[in-house]
């Protein structure tokens, strides 16, 4: 793991370095991004409906394969979801693309 990749271990995607605070807040929904370049991350669910999660997630990063391309990150089929705040499932990591 380099050191961005150990940098962003625990945080919230999307949340900047200098955040006080870049860890997950008790009252919002996440998924755990799982695998490549943003693996540990929590990506913030709470507004999205369940076939936006099914859907996957195509995330810029400057980590993956194409910097500045995008991560892809799926929901495994059958995979359980636990409802309501804190970590409700997991993506897991599909590939880039420029």
């Known amino acids: 793991m380099n050191g961005d990749e150990q ?3 625990g945080r ?3 949340r900047a370095y200098e955040d006080q605070d870049p ?3 008790a009252h919002r929904t996440y998924a755990v991004l799982t695998g490549g370049p943003l693996d540990g ?9 369940p076939d936006e999660v099914d859907d996957g997630a195509a995330l810029p990063t400057e980590l993956g394969q194409f910097p500045g391309g995008r991560s892809l990150y799926d929901p495994r089929p059958g995979e359980p979801r636990t409802p309501g705040p804190g970590v409700a499932c997991r993506l ?5 693309t420029p």
């Open 12 to 14: 919230v995607y999307g």
């Open 7 to 9: 940098l962003l271990r």
């Open 92 to 96: 897991y990591y599909g590939g880039d």
């Open 23 to 25: 860890g997950p807040l």
């Open 41 to 49: 991350l929590l990506l913030d669910i709470t507004d999205w409906r």
